[in-house]
């Protein structure tokens, strides 16, 4: 794997688990729905991670 397939894969996968967060969010602050702890501990790693290849991306935008 080159390196440019290598970046549009890692930001693939940045933007899926972007989605997914969104879902959650949207659950919880329209539908009042709960979220399992392991979730939470979850979202708390990989959102920074998210974070930085998007903030990363958006520079050369």
């Known amino acids: 794997m080159n390196f440019q397939n290598s970046k549009v894969l890692e930001e693939r996968t940045a933007s899926l688990k972007f989605d997914k967060y969104r879902k959650i969010r949207n659950s919880i602050n329209y539908y009042g729905d709960d979220v399992a702890p392991e979730t939470v501990k979850k979202a708390l790693k990989e959102i920074p991670e998210i974070i930085k290849i998007l ?6 935008v």
């Open 55 to 60: 903030t990363r991306h958006a520079k050369f």
